[in-house]
């Protein structure tokens, strides 16, 4: 008598693919040291080891996805490839379980209570109050002045988000108490993602770490119950979340609210901060893209702060923003955890093994992209963001499959409109011989970027 087995699932290869090992492992550390000191140095590297990379996080094995076929197969699964395991537990711990952490048994549920929020009817109001933030961040800057971009774009994309999720009562002191408590914690998600025992040692970046952490809760705490029990206004993201009802009727949960106010101005933040801070970098060292993205604005603005009606007419600023997003991707490196044994690239993988997905990597592989280190905003994209000829697993600057970031439009229309806004205004020049290099923190953004405001 035989037994019947169940059909065995399919599996994520891409034809040709072949897997291979990363050198340089340290005894005991494996390539954290490497992931620390020069994490895009080192992911730079895989592809020339194969399509599916094995590295070492300490002990631990973990598989990088060099080919973008085969991480388009991957995120497309994403029962099989979850969102669980050591690396996802440290940014739960910081960000909650929201829609960017939530583990694939949570995810439908709460996509479909956050998607009406997001819905293409809502996006002129929130541009509307983008405007204003920039118009009033904008006016406060002055001729001959020297201004760090990475902390200027922090301020004003947080501005930016806590405004649309809150709206425009919320009083600037709290603004600015959200914004320090944010960065400081942001500053090391990364760091405990890797190295999890960190807070275990009593070392001042871990007490601010700690306080940093516990001031954020704190704001978005009081700011839910003080919507909560005041003004049930549901123009804002907020008082759209608080409507939202999930396929039973029932409402968010006071955790759930919490978690996806904290994803929801992180991803509002950190990484539109980031593409805008290195698209100013990548314009001032490229004046040809420099010249043709003053012209476009000297034709639509006139020197005014873009709208909404604008963004029609913008395209080369939209070029500038996906090839920037394509050199350096804010979320550039995201885990997935193998839910059951199965065969990738013709390596098998138990069940519990980590795969980390790097649009860092898918972006430059040369067999999708010539040139593939050049700025060239004069490129084609793919993936809905633009006419042209890329393919759809080469260009994922929001992820991928289901769990594809909800705010996409939300970003691109934010970054756009300031990219044109400053560009309408000012010319900006680095302030510094320095290279400008990443910081290794939850988003891929510059350490810092001074520069010289010149008024056009």
Known sequence: MTTAHPPRPSTPTAPGARAGRAPGAWPGLGHLPHLLRAPLRFLGSLPAHGDLVEIRLGPRPAFVLCDPELARLVLADGRGFDRIGPLY??????????????????????????????????????????????????????????VDMVDEMFALTTTVAVRTLFGAGIAD????????????????????????????????????????????????????????????????????????????????????????????????AETTSSALAWALHLISTHPEAEEALHAEVDAVLDGRVAGPQDLPRLPWTGKVLRETLRLYPPAWVLPRTTTREIEVAGRRLDTGSTLVFSPYILHRHPGFHAEPDRFRPEREHADGLGPGAWSRSSFVPFGSGPH???????????????????????????????PVRATPRSVLTPRTLPMHLIRR
């Open 89 to 146: 537990e440290g940014s739960r711990a910081a960000l909650g379980n929201g829609l960017a952490t939530c583990p694939h048994a949570d995810h439908r549920r709460q996509r479909l209570m956050m998607q009406p929020a997001f819905r293409a009817e809502h996006l002129p109001g929130y541009a509307d109050a983008m405007h204003r933030e920039i118009g009033m961040a904008l006016d406060r800057w002055r001729p001959g002045r020297v």
């Open 173 to 268: 002191r709290d603004i600015a108490e959200l914004r320090d408590s944010l960065d400081t914690f942001l500053k090391g998600v990364y760091l405990r993602a890797l190295l999890p025992a960190v807070d275990s040692l009593p070392t001042p970046g871990a007490r601010r770490y700690t306080r940093g952490l516990a001031t954020w809760r704190a704001h978005v705490t009081r700011i839910i119950a003080d919507r909560r029990a005041g003004d049930p206004d549901d123009r804002d993201l907020l008082g759209r979340l608080l409507a939202a009802r999930d396929e039973a009727g029932g409402a968010m949960t006071e955790a759930e609210l919490h978690d996806q106010v904290a994803v929801l101005i992180l991803a509002g």
């Open 404 to 434: 594809k970031c909800i705010g996409d439009t939300f970003a691109l229309t934010e970054a756009t409109l300031a990219l044109a806004s400053i560009a309408s205004r000012w010319r900006l020049r680095p302030a510094s011989a320095v």
